[in-house]
């Protein structure tokens, strides 16, 4: 919403633009006076992701998925286009900065596609009535989102574990009881650790499960209050081998449940891999 607040003051004028700035300021504010006792941690997470070579691409790239090719190019066609009327100026003042600002993130770390959501409504009222055919267009962005977000439902569903972040707790959990008996787990990102809370009643359900974060990872809130503690060592770490801040012996890699793991041994202890 703050990517859009300079678009709608600009479209709104200076009076009812500030006016609905400090209305955004008083509803969020419970969520600000939050952040600030929590150690600033819903900013500092989204500020943790890492900036890649192709964020602004992935970004560009997930507008054309979202919208649609059809969609994005009346939009591109449409901002290329001479504006004349007052009512299609404030639309695109609502629609260019939220996007432009959006586009100058992704420059720096990485942002989602859907964070853009709130330039695709005014986008929307801004383009159709400019073009000739308004409803073979959106006829058009359903043929392609539909059978998108279809495939992508399916996919979350039915999709293996090792892709994307584990979704399913309880087929998580029954991977993980594979392992060997006694043997103690490890979490290291808030994703598995907070699947695996709720599928047990009591930690004992999937051996001693305690939580270290990984190094490189965004802090979250697991990372505050994270449970039982990480043993210092035998256990299985649910995370790639590299990402384990410190271990007293030996480290060897795995993988199973479709996640990585690492098996963390004690000194006197021999190395396990898989």
């Not at 308004?134 to 989102?145: D, E, G, I, Y």
Request: proline letters at 9%; aromatic letters at 10%; glycine letters at 10%.
């Amino acid at each position: 919403m703050w990517v859009a607040l300079p678009g709608l003051w600009w479209a709104l004028g200076w009076r009812r633009g500030a006016q609905v700035l400090a209305g955004a300021v008083l509803l969020y504010s419970p969520h600000l006076w939050w952040s600030w006792t929590h150690e600033g941690l819903p900013w500092r997470f989204q500020a943790g992701r890492r900036f890649r070579g192709g964020a602004p691409v992935e970004w560009l790239l997930g507008q054309v998925a979202v919208l649609g090719p059809a969609l994005a190019w009346a939009a591109v066609r449409a901002w290329r286009r001479e504006v004349p009327s007052a009512e299609q100026t404030r639309w695109r003042r609502l629609v260019g900065p939220t996007v432009l600002g959006w586009a100058a993130l992704a420059c720096v770390t990485r942002v989602e596609a859907n964070w853009a959501a709130l330039a695709w409504a005014p986008l929307l009222v801004w383009i159709l009535p400019q073009v000739p055919s308004p409803a073979r267009l959106v006829a058009q962005s359903l043929a392609w989102t539909a059978p998108l977000a279809l495939a992508w439902a399916a996919f979350a569903v039915w999709g293996p574990l090792g892709w994307g972040p584990p979704r399913d707790g309880p087929a998580l959990a029954a991977c993980l009881d594979g392992l060997p008996r006694g043997d103690r787990r490890v979490t290291a990102r808030y994703q598995e650790a907070s699947l695996l809370a709720q599928v047990a009643s009591e930690p004992s359900a999937l051996g001693a499960l305690g939580h270290r974060p990984a190094v490189g990872h965004r802090r979250s809130e697991w990372d505050r209050h994270p449970g039982l503690p990480a043993p210092a060592c035998d256990y299985w770490y649910l995370a790639r081998r590299d990402r384990l801040a410190s271990c007293p012996g030996p480290v060897s890699a795995s993988a199973a449940c479709g996640l990585d793991l690492a098996w963390c041994s004690c000194p006197a202890s021999a190395a396990r891999g898989g």
